[in-house]
């Protein structure tokens, strides 16, 4: 009874493993990724992204400023990509993508002095290069931005964001 269950089994496997072959392309429609190059700059941040259609999708971003003792920030995002050009063999959230981007942050000051924070809204573009190999993501991508609100003494404000997401899609 043992070998009959054993060699059930094995047949069960073996069909699965049959059924996908090894040169199957997987379809990748969402991916949650992260900018490990941020911490350097006290910015810390986790992006999640989904396929709206086959050349659209939808991201929605969250993060952490931490520029220096004085200053922190929470703050959301998200951005609208389009994926125009694609390459052969590329599937739905890989290779070239482009759109328009906006971050709403809120600052609080922990200084001495007169600051005490506020919220900034800032819009743009982002431009990014994402390959998938087996699920892992790496996702190279350049965002310029300007700032549509800001409050009184509110920090610089950086116009560009150049960083490496890396992740997972499935």
Partial sequence: MKLKLFFAAMILMLGFALSNPLNA?????????????????????ATYETQLSPQNSLTISGYYYSWDANWAAYGIGGSYRWYIVKEQGKRIIEGFSFGPMAAFSFWSWKGIGT???GATLSIGIEGAYKWVFGGFVVEPILTLSFPVSRFTGA?????????????YAW
């Fill in 115 to 117: 600051a005490d924070g």
């Fill in 25 to 45: 392309k997987e379809v990748y429609s969402n991916a949650i990724s992260a900018n490990p190059l941020g911490l350097a700059f006290g910015i810390l941040n």
């Fill in 155 to 167: 920090p610089a404000y950086q116009s560009y964001g150049l960083g490496v997401n890396l992740g």
